[in-house]
């Protein structure tokens, strides 16, 4: 069964930088989008971005435009998010989704890894 395995998470003062991973256990197919999600205690699950498999085209919610950058590197099957001048708002479990649809909706995607803790400290 194919596993996606989140890293990078940790503790931050606001302000800083975290750069989280999430690799696949096998290559996703062409037609995937893999997108990272966040939950803050007591919330839902929240749309953060997502990035074309193909062609690496990205997508952000608006918290996270000019801020967090996704990547995805083909060689080793892992999609990135670089997070810059993290704000105590942003504490909460990331986690990494595969779907077929640049969607918001956490309903769109249907393989989902363990999630990595983000906490920002003020």
């Known amino acids: 069964q194919v596993q996606l395995v989140e890293s990078g998470g940790g503790l931050v003062q606001a302000g800083g930088s975290l750069r989280l991973s999430c690799k696949s256990s096998e290559r996703p197919y062409s037609s995937h989008v893999m997108a990272w999600f966040r939950r803050a205690p007591g919330q839902e699950r929240e749309f953060v971005a997502a990035v074309r498999w193909s062609n690496g085209l990205t997508y952000y919610s608006d918290s996270a435009k000019g801020r967090f950058t996704i990547s995805r590197e083909r060689a080793d099957y892992t999609v990135s998010l670089q997070m810059d001048n993290l704000k105590p708002e942003d504490t909460a479990v990331h986690s990494c989704?595969?779907?077929?649809?640049?969607?918001?909706?956490?309903?769109?995607?249907?393989?989902w890894g363990q999630g990595t803790q983000v906490t920002v400290s003020s």
């Open positions: 989704g595969v779907g077929t649809s640049p969607s918001s909706n956490v309903r769109d995607y249907f393989r």
